[in-house]
């Protein structure tokens, strides 16, 4: 079973910067790329960013230059800094991994249960 646990979330004024992490657990056998969507009230969820196992990155035209997508292989946890958050930018963000397991070796999406993120103006 895989696991994502996503985390710091939370309320930050606009203009100011949190970063998300996302822990992946389980048994993993490999995690090709990694992403983050977010989801506000009425909207459709949205790809953020996303990261491929080398790191090639890509981001929603909204977010260039203000976020930035990273991971650590080795500690299996995804990472996105936010920087100059608007309002606009308020959801729930969620985490979302493609994984193979040893039960399940083809590639499978798996996803976080999500941390909020609020934005003040």
């Known amino acids: 079973q895989v696991q994502l646990v996503e985390s710091g979330g939370g309320l930050v004024q606009s203009g100011g910067s949190l970063r998300l992490s996302c822990a992946i657990s389980?048994?993993?056998?490999?995690?090709?790329?990694m992403g983050w969507y977010r989801q506000a009230p009425g909207l459709q969820r949205e790809l953020v960013a996303n990261?491929?196992?080398?790191?090639?990155?890509h981001y929603v035209d909204s977010v260039k230059g203000r976020f930035f997508i990273s991971r650590d292989n080795a500690k299996r946890t995804a990472y996105l800094q936010m920087n100059f958050l608007k309002p606009e930018d308020a959801a729930v963000y969620y985490c979302?991994?493609?994984?193979?397991?040893?039960?399940?070796?083809?590639?499978?999406?798996?996803w976080g249960q999500g941390t909020q993120v609020t934005v003040s103006s």
């Open positions: 979302n991994a493609e994984a193979s397991t040893y039960n399940h070796r083809d590639p499978s999406p798996y």
């Open positions: 389980g048994s993993i056998l490999r995690i090709n790329a």
């Open positions: 990261i491929s196992r080398a790191g090639s990155t």
